[in-house]
């Protein structure tokens, strides 16, 4: 294919630099020297504005579980428009989706609903503290969990920043107050006996420990069960709430990442899937730990409002969503899942080129590394190869295939056996050319 024709994305671009800063609303989005511009999708296939057409393997990073322009989703919210889409009031739209998440997820007792994965991991944070009137919260170093203060402490950390013993609270935006960092204890992923060590020696002032189950900035590497069992044993007897994050990993199965683990957190923050292709965040959790946003016996421990909170337009597409991931659709998706990542994996044997596959389910992430991967630390060894990533991203994208820059990549269902293949020939294509390079 070649070179692509990005004309117009490029005049766009330039309009866009003169109303947006350097032409952006989304620092994910952003790629040098210009993104190129969404005109329209449809299934699994994304066009741009000059007429390129790509296979989209990024599914706007994980949430469209059904591609673009579902039909029977369209559908819903086209039923639903002409009779309003935001009120003063609550709708029955909201108690249908709750209903639909709580039967199917053991710790679920209770939903509230949000606007995006960065608010409902704010409001869950607040909850725990709220909750058991502690400051601080822990967090595993370089996990993100979108864009509030506390929850970005340690994102980046490098080995110039993250300290020797223990991992230290580096600040991620510019500006970020001493309080904030003051008031976050990082903690190792998957490395137990570090992390119970320095859990239990903040005890008394941690309301929380909020952890992805698997965390896509450290590699997209799985948690180990026992780390897990760790954070909700200790959690537990030193009375903080343990926050699972699955914004990302609820496609994991029909009860999320805790379904596969089999451990139950106290809350959990949700986002992207739930929200049928439009924008949601949700906190759920057991009765006893949601109870602080309960407003029958006045102020709230947790006081929670939202202009466009469980709007119904959300509640509508999220419920059908939601509602065709039966249990069969889960396996079938996930089995792709495992065809896809055998084929990468595959892809390097067979060329030669240094590089692995992480990942679970619908979710895939291609590191050019074969080093063993555990935590955010060893999954460093990956940026040694970023140019060797990016060539590769580049070239799948020239070849109309759309993965993230870092390398993250994730199922629809309208995808089959043949869209998985054509990544796979294509992915292949680029790994020749990196040991033709060589
Ligand atoms: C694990 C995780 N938590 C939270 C967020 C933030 O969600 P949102 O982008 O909807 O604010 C993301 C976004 O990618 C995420 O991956």
Same mark, same amino acid.
């Given at each position: ?5 990005? $004309?117009?994305?490029?005049? %766009? ?7 947006? =800063? ?20 449809? $299934? ?12 989209? @393997? ?12 579902? =039909? ?7 039923? &639903?428009?002409? @009779?309003?889409?935001?009120? =003063? %009031? ?43 009137? &502690? ?21 980046? /950390?490098? =080995? ?31 490395? /137990? ?6 859990? &239990?020696?903040?005890? $008394? ?22 780390? %897990? ?11 903080? @709430? ?19 683990? $089999? ?56 419920? #059908? ?19 896809? &990542? ?13 590089? *692995? ?5 619908? %979710?895939?992430?291609?590191? #050019?590394?074969?080093?063993? @991967?555990?935590?955010?630390?060893? !999954?460093?060894?990956?940026?040694? *190869? ?7 991203? !580049? ?16 199922? /629809? ?26």
């Amino acid at each position: 294919m070649g070179e692509l024709q990005i $004309g117009k994305s490029a005049a %766009l671009f330039a309009r866009a630099t003169k109303v947006l =800063p350097g032409g952006n609303s989304r620092t994910t989005v952003w790629s040098s020297p210009h993104p190129v511009y969404a005109a329209s999708g449809e $299934g699994c296939w994304l066009t741009d504005v000059d007429g390129n057409r790509y296979l989209d @393997l990024l599914n706007n990073y994980t949430s469209l579980l059904h591609g673009h322009a579902h =039909p029977a989703i369209m559908e819903a919210v086209t039923q &639903r428009l002409p @009779l309003g889409t935001a009120f =003063p %009031l609550p709708t029955e739209t909201e108690i249908e989706l709750a209903e639909l998440l709580c039967s199917r997820v053991q710790s679920f007792d209770h939903v509230r609903f949000a606007n995006s994965g960065s608010e409902a991991v704010m409001i869950a944070l607040k909850a725990a503290r709220a909750r058991t009137g &502690r400051p601080k919260i822990a967090k595993c170093e370089g996990a993100y969990h979108g864009s509030y203060d506390f929850a970005e402490v340690s994102l980046d /950390s490098s =080995p110039e920043t993250w300290g020797n013993a223990e991992p230290r609270s580096v600040p991620y935006s510019h500006g970020t107050p001493q309080g904030v960092l003051d008031n976050v204890v990082v903690i190792p992923f998957n490395r /137990s006996g570090e992390a119970e060590r320095i859990l &239990r020696a903040n005890a $008394g002032d941690l309301a929380c420990v909020l952890v992805d189950p698997m965390p896509n900035r450290g590699g997209l590497i799985p948690a180990q069960r026992g780390y %897990l069992e760790m954070l909700r044993r200790v959690t537990s007897e030193c009375g903080m @709430l343990l926050i699972f994050d699955e914004v990302i990993s609820f496609r994991l199965d029909h009860a999320g990442a805790q379904g596969v683990f $089999g451990v139950d957190p106290d809350l959990t923050t949700l986002a992207k899937i739930i929200g049928g292709g439009f924008p949601i965040g949700a906190i759920a959790g057991t009765a006893d730990a949601m109870a602080v946003f309960d407003p029958r016996h006045g102020k709230p421990l947790a006081p929670h409002g939202g202009t466009f909170n469980a709007n119904p337009v959300s509640m509508v597409a999220g419920k #059908m969503a939601m509602e065709l991931m039966i249990p069969a659709e889960f396996t079938r998706l996930n089995a792709l899942g495992q065809r896809i &990542r055998d084929g990468i994996a595959d892809a390097f044997e067979k060329t030669g080129i240094d590089g *692995q596959v992480t990942g679970a389910g619908s %979710l895939f992430r291609i590191l #050019m590394t074969s080093a063993r @991967l555990v935590d955010y630390r060893t !999954a460093q060894a990956a940026n040694a *190869q970023a140019p060797a990533l990016e060539r590769v991203v !580049a070239f799948l994208r020239d070849n109309g295939i759309l993965i993230a820059g870092t390398g993250l990549g994730a199922l /629809s269902t309208p995808m089959g056996d043949a869209e998985v293949d054509l990544f796979v020939d294509i992915f292949t294509n680029a790994l020749e050319r990196e040991a033709a390079l060589q």
